[in-house]
């Protein structure tokens, strides 16, 4: 719309602000000019950037600055055009250009808004001046990225929601305009933030809330204030029980072999559907059932027996599901061992022993039922690190000067049925100054041989595990070790 007033004066400048505006047509002739003043009206930083739009939008000069609080910017569309100003891509406007439209963009993208703007046409001949109200517009219907949000228990997922730009037609992610987030039972999942964590097995929803700002069409303002709202987008959530399964990479053709499915939360009631299947070629294996198939709720020790040698390595798979899907799975061997094989190698506990050393404690069992038949096998780790230097040195600064073999092979006499481990700096624990930001990881695996069986070759019992170490800087200035492996962690905090 346009106003029209009898004598020239100072463009009326609308408090509404926003972060996009559309504008009407621009005019400058021998009789004519237009005139237009930017603010930022907010209290941060805005990137302002006017583009202007010219032989049916084919044509367009782009102006870009960075306007403080309460800064203006003012234009004068003759000037730019008969001076020959180059915009910010170096292009300049057709002396004889008379008219076109323009749109104003902040590229900050603040959500609540903050530019203003105000343009006046002046008729030179008969001093009249016409003040064009500009366009806002925005975001529309906002929608959740993923829907539902399928978790585990004590696992998490960050959420994203995104709307169409009614400017633009674009498709926008606009999840930073949603600082509030809840969900509608808290004993099922958890939102902070942007982030959903599963709490226990169910269903519910979560929910975000926009700030208050526009959302809604491209209209016309009709010199008013764009109405501001608050969007609640909501998506489902589902929950799902945690399964893992023990180390028991062979089961003896003929015999059985322990394997342990470790179900959280110990409250879970939900049933839980163990298959056993064989991916290519021959083999096969059953469980205490006598069935390849069978139903649990809590963590179980499983008995599987070897029915049919495999004809390739690793190809009879358990999985655990539901009806979302495979909860977790592992790969088995059906072969003759020959003796008894070590099964059942899992974690029994994780803990920061002090000093910068993450403990952990494995036990494993016997095929045969007796550790004692273990004799003539052993278990062992086998670590590399990044590269194939050997010895592997530590990078110092800001990492102690110590050096690792590459790889490390460390074992125990199976028999023992159980093994300690710890990752530690060693043989020095002073870090080196300067501090500075730095990483490395280490890959392990357990493994396990037996002289009568597979030539006495190693086989990979649990891993690959990710040893992780790191230094970091804290905001408030000070440094910090971590040292972390299968969700446990270490730390040195602060580094002296």
């Known amino acids: ?118 343009k006046v046409i002046v008729d030179k001949t008969y001093g009249h001046a016409s003040y064009n109200c500009v366009i806002c517009c925005g975001p529309n219907n906002p929608w959740m990225v993923y829907n539902p949000v399928i978790l585990t228990v004590n696992g998490s997922l960050n959420q994203g929601v995104q709307a169409m730009n009614t400017c633009s037609q674009r498709l926008a992610t606009v999840t930073v305009d949603f600082p509030t987030w809840w969900t509608d039972n808290t004993s099922i999942a958890t939102a902070s933030n942007k982030q959903i964590n599963g709490v226990a097995p169910g269903t519910t929803n979560h929910n975000a809330q926009s700030i208050n700002m526009y959302w809604g069409p491209k209209e016309d303002s009709g010199g008013g204030d764009c109405p501001l709202i608050q969007e609640e987008p909501f998506a489902g959530t589902e929950v799902n029980p945690t399964v893992t399964f023990s180390g028991t990479p062979v089961v003896p053709l003929g015999g059985t072999a322990p394997i342990t499915a470790t179900v959280t939360p110990t409250s879970n009631v939900s049933t839980i559907s163990l298959t056993l299947t064989t991916t290519s070629g021959g083999g096969s294996a059953v469980f205490s059932n006598g069935k390849t198939s069978m139903n649990i709720t809590s963590t179980t020790v499983l008995l599987l027996t070897g029915v049919q040698a495999s004809s390739v390595p690793n190809n009879i798979v358990l999985a655990a599901s539901n009806g979302s899907g495979v909860l977790a799975s592992t790969n088995l061997t059906v072969a003759a061992t020959g003796g008894a094989i070590p099964t059942n190698f899992r974690q029994v506990d994780a803990y920061d022993a002090g000093n910068g050393d993450l403990h952990f404690d494995y036990r494993w069992d016997s095929s045969s039922g007796n550790l004692a038949d273990l004799q003539y096998c052993v278990v062992a780790e086998y670590v590399t690190y990044p590269d194939g230097r050997n010895p592997w040195p530590l ?62 070759n190693f086989h990979t019992m649990m891993g690959p595990n990710f040893i992780v170490r790191t ?24 580094l002296p």
């Open 1 to 118: 719309m346009t106003k029209r007033d009898a004598m020239a004066r100072k463009p009326r400048l609308s408090d509404q602000l926003a972060t996009h505006w559309e504008a009407g047509a621009w005019e400058v002739d021998s009789t004519h000019n237009t005139l237009s003043t930017i603010s930022n009206g907010s209290n941060q930083l805005a990137r302002a950037q006017l583009t202007i739009l010219y032989n049916q939008g084919t044509g367009q000069y782009q102006i870009e600055r960075t306007l403080a609080p309460d800064e203006q910017m003012a234009l004068d569309f003759g000037k730019l055009i008969h001076n020959r100003v180059p915009d910010k891509n170096g292009n300049t406007l057709p002396p004889d250009l008379t008219w076109g439209t323009y749109r104003l963009l902040d590229l900050n993208d603040n959500p609540t808004g903050s530019l203003y703007e105000g």
């Open 395 to 456: 990078p110092s600064p800001p990492f102690p000067p110590d050096t690792f073999p590459n790889p490390t092979n460390i074992g125990v006499f199976a028999t023992l049925g159980k093994a300690g481990d710890d990752h530690q700096l060693v043989p020095f624990t002073t870090f080196i100054k300067p501090y500075s930001n730095s990483t490395f990881t280490a890959k392990q695996n357990y493994q396990f041989a037996c002289t009568y069986y597979d030539s006495g």
């Open 471 to 494: 230094v970091s800087q804290y905001p408030n200035g000070t440094w910090e070790f971590t040292v972390t492996k299968s969700g446990a962690i270490a730390t040195i905090n602060p």
